[in-house]
Every structure is written in C-alpha cells, then in structure tokens.
C-alpha cells in the first residue's frame, strides 16, 4: 500500500466524509456560536471557581460534598433548569500517610502516593527485599517462589502520545499489578507512576482487587525514583525498602451526581447528555481532571441556549466519584437509562485543544456527521474513521447502544500531570480552553437541533 503523509491522510478522510450528497449548508448560527464560544468566559470562571474556592475533591468524601453544592449553586445561577443533585452511597478510601526509602544497599528517601484501595501498612510501616519485573508481563510470567513474602516492583516504559494511547496498555501495571503480586504472596507492591514525565511527583489512580485477593499496600513511585531504584536493582544487590502507606476505608458514604438542563422543544427528539465528572484525586486540585471538562460542557451548553431553544434538551451530567471506578455513571443509569437519550458525549481529558473528531451513530446519519465536522473545520479539527468511545461517565449508556460523539483532544502533556500534585489551575491555557468550548458547542448546537431521529427508543 503506498505511504500516505499525515496531511494528505487527513484531507482524504475529511473528503470521504464531506461528499457533495452529504453536505448541507451549516445553519447560520453555527459561525456566530463558534465565534462567541472563543472569546467564552465561563469554562474558565467554572474551572476557577471549583478548584480554587473547593479544591480537591476526592470520591465519597466532604470535600467532594462540597463540590456538589458549588457545581449546583453554579449551574443554578448560570441560568440552567432543573439543577439538581441525585445522592447515592458507595464505599470510601482515604490516604492517610505515604512514605518510602531504600534502606539498602543505598540509602535514600522514594517520593510515593498509595493507589486508590491499596490495602494499609501498619503505622510503623514495613520493611521488605525488592523483587524486580521491568513489566507486568514479567511479572505474571514469574513463579510464586520469587515473589513470596517480598516488596515487588513493576516498571514499563509508557511514553507521550497526542491520542494518549499507551495508558491504556501500560496502566494495566497500576491497575492488574497489585492483585498479581498479592496471589502470588508479595507483601506490597511498587508501581512506576503511570505517567510520562520526569517530574519527581507520583500519580496516583484507582485499581481493584480480583475477587478472593486480600489487598496489599499498593504504591506508586515517582518516575525519575523508579529509574532510580531500578538503577540501584542493576548493581545486583539485594534492594531493601521500608515502606508506610497508612489508609482507611468506610462503608456507606454519601456521593452524587449533579444535573443541570437546557430544556428543548421537543421532548420526543430525546436527550443529549454532556458529561465530565467533578470528583478529583485529593494530591492537586483537579483542574485538567476534571474541572476544565466541566467548564468546557457546561459553557458550550449555554452557548447553545443563547441561540435560541434547541429540538432536543441538552442534560449536563456533572458526575461523582468518577476516579475510583465511574460510580456516577452507573448511578445516573440506574436512575435515568430508561429514558429517551439521543447522543452522549463526555470531556474527561484535559483542556488542550481538540484535533479530532470520532462518531458512533446509527447507519445512515452520515449527513449529521458531515455537518458536524464542516462545522469544525474552522477550528481545525478534523474528522476521522475511528469509532467514538466515550468514556466512564457516559458508559453504560454507550454500552446500552446510545449513539456518542468523542472530540478529542490533545493529549501530549495530559499524563505529564495526571493523577499528580501538579493538576492545578497553572496547567490550563485559556486559548486552548476556548477552543474547546466553541467545538463543543458547535458540536451540540447542530446535533441539538438536528432533524435526524437518533438514539434507541
């Protein structure tokens, strides 16, 4: 097959998509949304507010309570309908204290943060011999004899990429890794930081125990400490740790989901949800995750609105305790899946410019799709032949069969500062933040107000 360059790649696939039968003339009003949308205050007024005025806000817990009063409070008096807070209860797990040295053969001190569920050290912490996998995979092949009554520690080599991919595969060390080391009898396990930066912080992130695993301390070790120890493992001593990571879990804790609504005309044509999630990981203050995704949506929404009332009502999901295994979403369709929904979208990663655009909708709504990317080409973003996923806010509604749309945006620098003490205010560009904004509401003003029948009924 011949080699085709990026660019030409891209003109070929906005050519597919854009046919002359398919086109039709963008609706006068998509020009002057997407004009106002990049000179939009909100996005940034919202992502402000909740980081500076509630800050962290980790799953299940007050902080994350007050969060829900702010975001309500907000959308309330940013003019949205029917806000409300939808309460349900899960479990909850909070860090107490982590701390990590090498102990042998060269003494130093290891920057750490416990993941989400890690089992709990004693207060005096522990003290074990390292056994060294340079990945997952050379720890799954490992026998139980090498990892028995040790501290192991799982590296991987994961870096930047513009789609993000490679968290997906080399998380699994954060997210299979514990449970591995725990059945074949480790007494805790360090993780390299699921990141791409050489930054000396750990990102933190959520795993879950495999059925019958009793948990473990569970770690992650900043980047530049695990090529650290790894170096240090390369001597051929044995590598001793002393490691404290303190936690405590509770049953039964209140979280919730926020809801706010740009009614529509037409209460047949369905709902389009737009989602982000408004709980944080409790090191920074949650602003690439997820404050700016819920500035991003709810802004575009009332960019919608003051173009006049759309066919279809736009819903904006503002969802809890989305970073310890998306237990907003599945509250919100236990309550609500039931109900007509035309499209679901969801901006969960970052505030960096969107390039690309992805659709999974019914056969036969190419038009819509054409429309859409026409009306984002201004912006320059292109449309691509990959299927929209969505992510964990809006999952079980994909999985129910709903249609989504995913604008994507540029992930370069995300896992830089993901899950770390560095997801602060400081990292978001306004002028990459506006972008957004006027994508999603281009985005949301033509399928709002779209003729074709979408969703399942």
């Not at 740790?241 to 879990?249: F, G, I, W, Y």
């Not at 509604?397 to 560095?422: K, M, N, S």
Request: charged letters at 20%.
């Amino acid at each position: 097959m011949q080699k085709i360059r990026s660019g030409q790649l891209a003109a070929l696939l906005l050519g597919s998509i854009l046919t002359p039968a398919l086109v039709q003339a963008a609706p006068a009003s998509d020009a002057a949304i997407r004009e106002a949308a990049l000179k939009d205050d909100v996005a940034w007024d919202i992502t402000e507010g909740l980081t500076t005025e509630v800050g962290p806000r980790p799953a299940a817990t007050p902080q994350e309570a007050r969060g829900r009063e702010w975001a309500a409070a907000k959308l309330k008096a940013l003019g949205f309908a029917n806000v409300r807070v939808e309460p349900y209860k899960m479990p909850l797990w909070e860090r107490v204290h982590d701390e990590a040295a090498i102990i042998a053969p060269f003494p130093q001190k290891l920057v750490v943060a416990a993941l989400g569920n890690s089992g709990s050290t004693p207060a005096q912490g522990i003290e074990g011999e390292i056994a060294y996998f340079p990945t997952i995979a050379d720890l799954q092949a490992a026998p139980d004899s090498a990892v028995k009554g040790k501290i192991v520690f799982v590296s991987h080599d994961m870096v930047a990429a513009q789609d993000g991919s490679g968290y997906g595969y080399y998380g699994a060390a954060r997210r299979q890794g514990p449970s591995i080391a725990a059945r074949k009898g480790a007494i805790a396990i360090l993780v390299k930081s699921i990141g791409t930066d050489h930054h000396r912080i750990a990102h933190t992130g959520v795993q879950m125990w495999a059925d019958g695993v009793t948990p473990i301390p569970a770690v992650a070790v900043s980047v530049p400490d695990a090529e650290q120890m790894a170096r240090i493992v390369s001597r051929g001593q044995p590598v001793r740790v002393h490691l404290t990571a303190v936690s405590k879990t509770a049953k039964d804790q209140p979280s919730g989901n926020v809801i706010g609504e740009i009614p529509g005309s037409d209460p047949k044509a369905g709902v389009i949800v737009a989602a982000c999630h408004l709980d944080s990981w409790d090191q920074g203050t949650g602003a690439i995750d997820d404050a700016s995704g819920c500035g991003i949506v709810a802004a575009a929404a009332l960019q919608v609105a003051k173009a006049g009332t759309p066919r279809r009502t736009i819903r904006i999901l503002f969802a809890g305790a989305e970073e310890v295994g998306g237990n907003g979403g599945r509250a919100y369709y236990a309550a609500h899946g039931k109900e007509p929904h035309a499209l679901v979208l969801e901006s969960d990663f970052g505030a960096d410019k969107v390039w690309k655009v992805d659709f999974t909708l019914p056969s036969g709504h190419e038009g819509l799709s054409a429309r859409i990317a026409q009306g984002l080409a201004p912006l320059g973003i292109v449309p691509s032949r990959d299927k929209a996923h969505g992510g964990s806010d809006i999952e079980p509604l994909v999985e129910a069969g709903i249609p989504v749309i995913d604008l994507q945006q540029d992930g370069t620098r995300y896992f830089d500062i993901h899950h770390t003490p560095d997801d602060t205010l400081d990292k978001i560009d306004p002028a990459q933040l506006r972008q957004n904004v006027a994508a999603w509401a281009v985005t949301l003003n033509i399928a709002a107000n779209a003729p074709e029948t979408l969703g399942i009924n």
